[in-house]
T-cell receptor
Framework: GAVVSQHPSRVICKSGTSVKIECRSL??????MFWYRQFPKQSLMLMAT?????????EQGVEKDKFLINHASLTLSTLTVTSAHPEDSSFYIC???????????????FGEGSRLTVL | KQEVTQIPAALSVPEGENLVLNCSFT??????LQWFRQDPGKGLTSLLL?????REQTSGRLNASLDKSSGRSTLYIAASQPGDSATYLC??????????FGQGTTLQVKP
């Protein structure tokens, strides 16, 4: 299957700092990527949809100024957690589908996830 | 609003047993349904993808069925092994392209 890579896999930061997480599709182009967060022992909650070349669309209750998403190319989307606080500590996972046509009906591939710990 | 429910939340079985995990969804207008496996602290591994026009998919000891009209899917695991221990997540995709997840079933297979 297709490969989606996330970096870093783990990051620890101090409260008030910003952290950037990268999501790359390694062997396919993705016009759309999705960002999820997962709290311990809970399921994945969709945060936002990242669209190449345009603004991301955020789910209700997700602060767009807090979680900045940039999808500058067909293989890279970034999530920046700005002014991070301990309550932002979570597991962040991205997913991507192949570009065009199959984007809605096709399979989504997931990254390995990034665990953020804010002290 | 699509809601996905998985039952049971947790399951413990002895090695060798066949088992069924259940997934239900409230809006039958879906494009596909995926079953994933997640090991503790890890990302998601896609197990099976069923398009809305399909009834089932099989991969090795895994078989997933889909009854779109009733909003149900099952994941059947044959001859379970300790290595199957993980959390299994069901997710459905609607016309927005978004994947909506269930809460998962945590499976423990005891040797």
């Amino acid at each position: 299957g297709a490969v989606v890579s996330q970096h870093p896999s783990r990051v620890i930061c101090k409260s008030g700092t910003s952290v950037k997480i990268e999501c790359r599709s390694l062997d396919f182009q993705a016009t759309t990527m999705f960002w999820y967060r997962q709290f311990p022992k809970q399921s994945l909650m969709l945060m936002a949809t990242s669209n190449e070349g345009s603004k991301a669309t955020y789910e209700q209750g997700v602060e767009k100024d807090k979680f900045l998403i940039n999808h500058a190319s067909l293989t890279l989307s970034t999530l920046t957690v700005t002014s991070a606080h301990p309550e932002d500590s979570s597991f962040y996972i991205c997913s991507a589908g192949r570009a065009q046509g199959l984007a809605v009906t096709g399979e989504l591939f997931f990254g390995e996830g990034s665990r953020l710990t804010v002290l | 609003k699509q809601e996905v429910t998985q039952i049971p939340a947790a399951l413990s079985v002895p090695e060798g047993e066949n088992l069924v995990l259940n997934c239900s969804f409230t809006d039958s207008a879906i494009y596909n349904l995926q079953w994933f496996r997640q090991d503790p602290g890890k990302g998601l591994t896609s197990l099976l993808l069923i398009q809305s026009s399909q009834r089932e998919q099989t991969s090795g000891r895994l078989n997933a069925s889909l009854d779109k009209s009733s909003g149900r899917s099952t994941l059947y695991i044959a001859a379970s092994q300790p290595g199957d221990s993980a959390t299994y997540l069901c997710a459905v995709k609607g016309n927005t392209g978004k994947l909506i997840f269930g809460q998962g079933t945590t499976l423990q297979v005891k040797p």
